[in-house]
């Protein structure tokens, strides 16, 4: 690849530099919500009526484990499920997921089926680049992770396929729409090999659907769809095989929302029952505020549209530079939702150019990060997270980051 004359080594050196000398501090390590967007949600807050769910349940009292009815309904149509197959939590879908992969460690899955901890080896399924927390909690609980490559499509099928066939795989733990941070959303025809192949009767899909209606564009043409793993899991025969789970921490407040698991009737159940004496119930003041804020699909779609509004400019800017300044250097996602671009370096330059970025006051989510234990084999993803900064701020990092990459590939003799 050829450079200009003002990108030989001196010169991005000097433009580093030069960018260095502004003594910024800007912070892109996480996918967070702009305060704007929490702003959309602040009406939530003002609960004037009474505190009554639909079933007469007064929610500032013990009650209702599994969930308020109206709460359970609209993420049993976030999920595709009856109602009846939801279990509505707290504030974080992450603990649902922790909790449920512990259950399965200390108990099995299903009543019947050995603890996972008592395996000498229970491995996880982990389409990379992923998302750092998941293979985190499997660390937590003692889970083998098994990175496995996404396509374009979705994961490697004919190797999760191949590797499923072995019982000591219990399982895989992915982000199935607008991935974290791939931007991949998995096809039909992934999601209906995942449901339909030979696994472990304990197999289990923790689909981590974080970012389900969480969509860029309002045209459904420039939408991703994903078909419901449930339904195809029940198709194939295999309906206790799909845990799923989302939350409203990108729909309403970050750490503040309300998440949900649902699964087959058996699943729920056991879930159920292994909650009993892990809490009363869940904050059901907050699932009421979110029910009565988005009681249905069309008004959580009026939402996002909200939130779009505001963050799609900054995902154009970003992808506009990288197209303008890294075309031919580099390759990257062009999602079209969810909260991550998904950049690939040049092979062995991406710890060098997230730590040139932090020398000059930007902090990048760490190079390694999307996959198991921080090992990127080809030194080469950096996941950038465009939707916190103020738009001014990310020009500045996007004035930056093509330095920063250029400056890498050049020290590695990759630029010429
Ligand atoms: C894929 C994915 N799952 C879960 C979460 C966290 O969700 P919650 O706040 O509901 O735990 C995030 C947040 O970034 C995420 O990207």
Known sequence: MNMMNNETLEGLRASYEAFKARGLKLDMSRGKPDAAQLDLSRPMLDMREDFLSEDGADTRNYGDPLGIP?????????????????????NASL???????????????????????????????????????????????????????????????????????????????????????????????????????????????????????????????????????????????????????????????????????????????????LMTYQLVCYDKVNQLRHARFLPDLEAIEAHMMKH?????????????????ELSGIARWSRP?????????APKGCAKRIVSLCAEAGVTLTPAGSPFPHGFDPDDSVIRIAPTYPPLEELRQVMELFPVAVKLAAAEKGVLR
Not at 222 to 243: Q, V
Not at 336 to 344: D, L, Q
């Open 95 to 273: 603990n649902l997921i922790f909790d449920a992969l512990s259950r399965a460690v200390l108990h099995g899955p299903l009543r019947g089926d050995t603890p996972w901890g008592r395996l000498p080896h229970a491995k996880i399924l982990c389409p990379v680049p992923g998302y750092d927390w998941h293979f985190g909690m499997c660390d937590t609980l003692g889970l083998e992770t098994v990175p496995i490559p996404t396509r374009e499509d979705g994961p490697d099928m004919d190797m999760i396929e191949s590797m499923a066939r072995d019982p000591a795989v219990k399982g895989m733990i992915c982000v199935p729409m607008y991935g974290n941070p791939s931007g991949v959303t998995y096809s039909d025809a992934v999601v209906d090999r995942l449901a339909a192949m030979e696994a472990a009767p304990d197999f289990r899909i923790i689909w981590d659907n974080a970012y389900c209606v969480h969509h860029l564009y309002p045209e459904e043409a420039r939408r991703d769809h994903l078909k419901n793993l449930y339904a195809a899991c029940a198709a194939a025969g295999h309906e206790d095989r799909a845990l799923m789970f989302t939350s409203t921490s990108k729909m309403t407040f970050a750490g503040g929302g309300v998440s949900a698991m649902a699964g087959s009737p058996k699943n729920i159940a056991r879930q159920a029952e």
């Open 336 to 344: 079209r939702g969810g909260y991550f671009i998904c950049f690939f």
């Open 70 to 90: 109206e709460a359970r309904r609209l993420f049993g149509a976030l999920l595709g499920v009856p109602a009846g197959q939801v279990i509505v939590g707290g």
């Open 308 to 324: 779009a509004a505001i963050i799609r400019p900054k995902f154009e800017l970003v992808l506009g530079v990288m197209e303008k």
